[in-house]
């Protein structure tokens, strides 16, 4: 039998279990690419490089209910790359601390804060 691949949108909170080798699994489902993990759920996430990370690629962020986001990690890949000052600017203005990382720090820190039940969200760009 073949492990069930994931369609492009699981909802509800999911635990990342693993990650590299240009994706991740979570929900005992996997997905190659980047993703984003909301309180909705966990969907594809378009942006590949630390460039792409910006206001329009994290919009659906910005279209969770208000107050169910208070962080926001960003996995930056394999190197930790500063977010631009207008992107901070954007997330603080809608209540959200955005945390950048690395993709591996953030994949974990993000599976930490969801079993704590923190408000927590993650944008994570896929890996190697």
């Given at each position: 039998m073949s492990e069930p691949k994931?369609?492009?949108?699981?909802?509800?909170?999911?635990?990342?279990?693993?990650?590299?080798?240009?994706?991740?699994?979570?929900?005992?489902?996997?997905?190659?690419?980047?993703?984003?993990?909301?309180?909705?759920?966990?969907?594809?996430?378009?942006?590949q490089t630390p460039g792409e990370i910006d206001v329009a690629t994290l919009a659906p962020i910005f279209q969770e209910p208000k107050g169910t986001i208070e962080h926001l990690l960003i996995g930056t890949g394999e190197a930790l790359v500063p977010l631009p000052a207008a992107l901070r600017q954007a997330l603080r203005d809608a209540g959200i601390v955005a945390e950048p990382m690395t993709t591996s720090a953030a994949a974990n820190t993000y599976s930490i804060l969801l079993r704590e039940d923190r408000l927590v969200a993650a944008a994570l760009l896929a890996v190697p």
């Amino acid at each position: 039998m073949s492990e069930p691949k994931y369609a492009g949108f699981l909802p509800g909170k999911h635990a990342i279990e693993a990650y590299g080798q240009g994706g991740f699994r979570f929900g005992g489902m996997s997905h190659k690419g980047s993703i984003l993990a909301l309180p909705s759920g966990i969907s594809a996430w378009a942006a590949q490089t630390p460039g792409e990370i910006d206001v329009a690629t994290l919009a659906p962020i910005f279209q969770e209910p208000k107050g169910t986001i208070e962080h926001l990690l960003i996995g930056t890949g394999e190197a930790l790359v500063p977010l631009p000052a207008a992107l901070r600017q954007a997330l603080r203005d809608a209540g959200i601390v955005a945390e950048p990382m690395t993709t591996s720090a953030a994949a974990n820190t993000y599976s930490i804060l969801l079993r704590e039940d923190r408000l927590v969200a993650a944008a994570l760009l896929a890996v190697p």
